[in-house]
């Protein structure tokens, strides 16, 4: 069975740093595309950023310089590190395992919902102002 468990949410104020982490099981973690999806209360879905098996990557340009996706294959786990959060990045943080995070691309890759992809049951990040 193909499970996605993320870790890591929290509450935390605006400018602090929360890591979140994602293990997988049931499929071939190292050949994954991976990433990471948000939703905040009233918003539209959304990509925040993806990892490739070759370690390239791809960010939403709001998290841009913020944010860093990694992953460490033999431990099965993928990482979200966000740094000076803002409130505007509270939401519920999805893993997902989807191919179509690592070929789209520009207005296409942010448009995308992960439709295609196998998700986890999510984690909530809360940033205070």
């Known amino acids: 069975q193909v499970r996605l468990v993320e870790s890591g949410g929290g509450s935390v104020q605006a400018g602090g740093s929360l890591r979140l982490s994602c293990v997988g099981s049931?499929?071939?973690?190292?050949?994954?595309?991976l990433g990471w999806f948000r939703q905040a209360p009233g918003k539209e879905l959304e990509a925040v950023a993806c990892i490739n098996k070759d370690g390239s990557f791809q960010y939403r340009d709001s998290v841009e310089g913020r944010f860093a996706i990694a992953r460490i294959d033999m431990q099965n786990t993928l990482w979200l590190h966000m740094s000076a959060l803002k409130p505007e990045d509270t939401a519920m943080y999805y893993c997902?395992?989807?191919?179509?995070?690592?070929?789209?691309?520009?207005?296409?890759?942010?448009?995308?919902?992960?439709?295609?992809?196998?998700w986890g049951q999510g984690t909530q990040v809360t940033v205070s102002s």
């Open positions: 049931g499929f071939i973690f190292y050949n994954a595309c």
């Open positions: 997902v395992e989807d191919f179509h995070l690592c070929t789209l691309e520009g207005s296409a890759w942010h448009r995308y919902r992960g439709e295609s992809g196998t």
